[in-house]
């Protein structure tokens, strides 16, 4: 058994001052280059806030890796994430560097810049390890469920992926609305292990590996206690697109009369690890990748919440149309949300606009 000292010591040596950089093409990884980087001022900190939280070892045999591998992934995750959050700090507010699915779906240069340093970072310390980042995959639900699964069974598909949101709430980010947060999920053998999101602006870091619980600055978390819909606080996404736009509409007008109050707040990563956290009592959303879920997924399961598919199946890295809960209200909630054919997305547009 590993002891809590080397969990602490490995968390607190992690690399700082110099780093790798991956190229920004995903099966381009050994165009890496070298160069000096300056350590944050809160990654110290960050780092400590999850040191307290030593893995038990309750590995299942052949499924989930040992605590001690965990926690490295961890400590390397909330490394990453704060890299990428004191620049997304620095620059919020940052120009729209053009447009991707439609005129709605929004690019800054600072998307680009966050993924490359969480790819130095995982290229240094874990350079068998893959990642699938939103900045390198073409718009789109279909050339992102391609690259998932290319990342999950392709030939010479890695044990480890790191699935990574450089920013999610990038419209908030552009807007200066304080919303946006870096998500950082990791699967072994296809199943999440291990999640992060960090929320700069609130100096937030959600943190969960599978089996050992949830934590909020380093603080256990767990979903909220409401029994009924009547005291469920409900979000749901803002996705750009027409199509994944109607079912929101739709099932969220079909909620609000139920429930006691419903948001639209525009950061998928930063909803699910507020239901993580017991803020909200459930998220949804019909057309997700799996960039935007897969932290916020382990953090609601290990914080003692429900994870499925908007019809009930199972979560996995490919669901796209999602629903996380209390777990005390999912069903109910899901129910409307059939009924409203909230489900999917729309197959033709059934709201009018651009
Ligand atoms: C978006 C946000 C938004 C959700 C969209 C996502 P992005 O992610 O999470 O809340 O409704 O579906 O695409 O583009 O800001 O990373
Ligand atoms: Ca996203
Ligand atoms: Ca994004």
Redesign the pocket.
């Known amino acids: 058994m590993k002891s809590a000292t080397a969990f602490t010591v490995a968390l607190l040596s992690l690399p700082g001052g110099t780093a790798f950089v991956l190229s920004s093409s995903r099966s381009d990884h050994s165009a890496m280059r070298r160069y000096p980087t300056k350590s944050q001022p809160t990654r110290h900190a960050l780092l400590s806030r999850v040191a307290s939280q030593r893995a038990p070892d309750t590995a299942a045999e052949g499924v989930v890796p040992d605590s001690q591998t965990l926690s490295e992934v961890l400590a390397a995750a909330v490394h990453a994430a704060s890299e990428a959050g004191a620049l997304m700090k620095a620059k919020v507010g940052a120009d729209v560097l053009k447009t ?1 699915f439609n005129p709605k ?2 690019l800054t240069e600072v ?1 680009g810049q966050c993924q490359r340093v969480i790819e130095k970072v995982v290229s240094k310390q874990f350079p068998d390890h893959a990642l699938l980042g ?1 900045e390198n995959v073409e718009p789109g639900a279909e050339a992102s469920t391609v690259a998932l699964s290319d990342a999950l069974d392709g030939g010479g598909a890695a044990e480890w992926l790191w699935v990574v ?1 450089p ?7 552009v807007h200066g609305i304080p919303l ?1 947060a870096v998500s950082i999920g990791v699967a072994y053998r296809g199943k999440v292990v291990v999640g992060c999101i960090y929320d700069p602006f609130r100096d937030e870091l959600f943190t969960a590996t599978s089996g050992n619980g949830a934590f909020l600055n380093g603080m256990k978390m767990k979903v909220g206690d409401q029994e009924t819909i009547g005291e469920a606080t409900v979000a ?6 027409v199509l ?1 736009l109607g079912p ?1 509409v739709r099932g969220m007008a079909a909620l609000a009369p139920h429930v006691r109050t419903t948001r ?6 930063i ?1 699910l690890a507020w239901v993580a956290c017991g803020r909200l009592t459930c998220y949804w ?1 019909p ?3 799996s ?2 879920i897969a932290a916020g997924a382990l953090l609601i399961q290990e914080a003692g919440g429900e994870m499925t598919d908007i019809l009930g199946g199972p979560y996995s890295l490919s669901t796209r149309a999602i629903i996380g809960s209390n777990k005390l209200v999912h069903e109910e909630i899901r129910h409307i949300l059939v009924e409203a054919k909230a489900t999917r997305p729309d197959s033709t547009p059934q709201l009018k606009g651009r």
């Open positions: 991707k779906d929004l998307d939103e949101d920013i999610d709430g990038t419209t908030n980010f946006s749901c996404g803002a996705p750009p697109g994944a929101c639209m707040l525009g950061s998928a990563a909803m959303e057309d997700l990748n960039w935007d």
